[in-house]
């Protein structure tokens, strides 16, 4: 019996997942857990944290004009707000935020580059940007890096998708 192909086309014509999902979803946790696990081991939040908790703060009570006239960009005190706002601190609000963008990045770049160029460069490049000293460091600090890292990893698998 002749195994198929981690990824590729189906015959039910979908493409199958490079990891598979349960695959994905557990590289998504361990990258979880190795970036909380290092926030746990910070010190000293990186020196725009408090910067950006200030502007969260700020959009939180509603002074968009302090915000918006800040040079940094608006979105990551806005999602600090948007998570602030379910009770949780707004330290640790902006620590979801960072490692959520980190777990968007995983999955766009995993999902890109398996369609782009087969399974084992989506698995590798994936496991890489998980595990990544660097790319674990500025998601799992009060950093936007991790956030707009994310959205930007998205967008081009957007667009590679559409372009198709």
């Known amino acids: 019996m002749q195994a198929e192909p981690a990824a ?5 014509g979908g493409v199958r997942p490079f990891l598979g999902a349960p695959g994905l979803l557990g590289l998504l946790g361990v990258a979880a857990a190795v970036r909380a696990i290092a926030w746990s081991r ?3 939040m990186f020196n725009d944290g408090p910067v950006f908790l200030a502007l969260a703060e700020a959009v939180g ?7 918006l006239a800040h040079p ?9 707000a ?6 949780i601190g707004a330290e640790t609000a902006a620590i979801v935020v960072s490692i959520a ?18 399974p084992v460069l989506a698995g590798l490049g994936a496991w890489t940007l998980a595990l990544h000293p660097w790319a674990v460091d500025f998601t799992a600090d009060v950093m936007s890096d991790g956030l707009y890292m ?3 990893l998205a967008a081009r698998h957007s667009a590679a998708k559409a372009a198709r």
């Open 8 to 12: 590729g086309p189906s015959p039910s």
């Open 42 to 44: 910070t010190t000293v």
């Open 101 to 118: 963008g980190g777990l968007l990045a995983i999955g766009a770049l995993h999902d890109f580059l398996g369609r782009a160029f087969g």
């Open 150 to 152: 994310g959205l930007c």
């Open 72 to 80: 940094y960009h608006p979105l990551y005190p806005v999602a600090i």
């Open 82 to 87: 948007g998570v602030s706002s379910l009770g």
């Open 61 to 67: 009570e509603g002074r968009w004009a302090e915000v």
